[in-house]
């Protein structure tokens, strides 16, 4: 069994930084992508970063100069540096992996629970 686990959301004020991180744990053979999305009340479910096995980027213009992603393909962990956060970062940030459980596999999108960022006064 594999699990996505985050951690490190809280609130924070505006113009603050948080560390998100997620680990993957459990049988899995490789990973190809790591990224991270957030959801917002009442919208829908959106990209936020990715981050590939060559360690090539991608970032929502919305949070491009102000967030980070890094990757420990060693330990299967990807982390979010949040810096400069203003109130419409709030949101529930979700890990996604893309990941094979087998040699012959194909890749599959699992997701974490989720965790909340609140970025307020």
């Known amino acids: 069994q594999v699990h996505v686990v985050e951690s490190g959301g809280g609130l924070v004020q505006p113009g603050g930084s948080l560390r998100l991180s997620c680990v993957v744990s459990?049988?899995?053979?490789?990973?190809?992508?790591m990224g991270w999305y957030r959801q917002a009340p009442g919208k829908q479910r959106e990209l936020v970063a990715t981050?590939?096995?060559?360690?090539?980027?991608n970032y929502a213009d919305s949070v491009k100069g102000r967030f980070t992603i890094s990757r420990d393909n060693a330990r299967n962990t990807v982390a979010l540096f949040m810096n400069s956060l203003k109130p419409e970062d709030t949101a529930v940030y979700y890990c996604?992996?893309?990941?094979?459980?087998?040699?012959?596999?194909?890749?599959?999108?699992?997701w974490g629970q989720g965790t909340q960022v609140t970025v307020s006064s």
């Open positions: 996604n992996a893309e990941l094979k459980y087998y040699a012959g596999g194909v890749y599959i999108n699992t």
């Open positions: 459990g049988s899995i053979f490789s990973i190809r992508a």
């Open positions: 981050i590939i096995n060559a360690g090539n980027t």
